[in-house]
């Protein structure tokens, strides 16, 4: 199994990246894919979820108007898009896999080694 982040890095307040979470390994359509993150000395934290075998999404409130969760079936890849970022956000960023979107970490199965973003001018 694996979940390959990327799409990371610096960029100014107010801008934009899309992360990709590229998987292989378990039958992507029967799971559910997160985004986490993990700032400096902070809990990691639940932003997005999606579910391929639902096809729903679920957001965490600090997120909603901001990050956006989709996915590509066929290439077995959940991205994520964050718009109007902010010096907070800074964080090292996962994506995990689990059968049901809930926000404890124990609820997924598979993790990847997450790719960082920097928010700073």
């Known amino acids: 199994v694996q979940l390959v982040e990327s799409g990371g890095g610096l960029v100014q307040p107010g801008g934009s990246l899309r992360l990709s979470c590229a998987t292989s390994g378990f039958i992507f359509d029967d799971y559910a894919i997160a985004w986490f993150r993990q700032a400096p000395g902070k809990e990691r934290e639940g932003l997005l979820c999606i579910s391929i075998r639902e096809n729903w999404a679920d957001y965490a409130d600090s997120v909603k108007d901001r990050f956006t969760i989709s996915s590509d079936n066929a290439k077995r890849t959940v991205f994520l898009q964050m718009n109007n970022l902010k010096p907070d956000d800074t964080a090292l960023y996962y994506c995990?896999?689990?059968?049901?979107?809930?926000?404890?970490?124990?609820?997924?199965?598979?993790w990847g080694q997450g790719t960082q973003v920097t928010v700073s001018s």
């Open positions: 995990a896999a689990g059968l049901r979107c809930k926000w404890t970490l124990r609820a997924y199965d598979y």
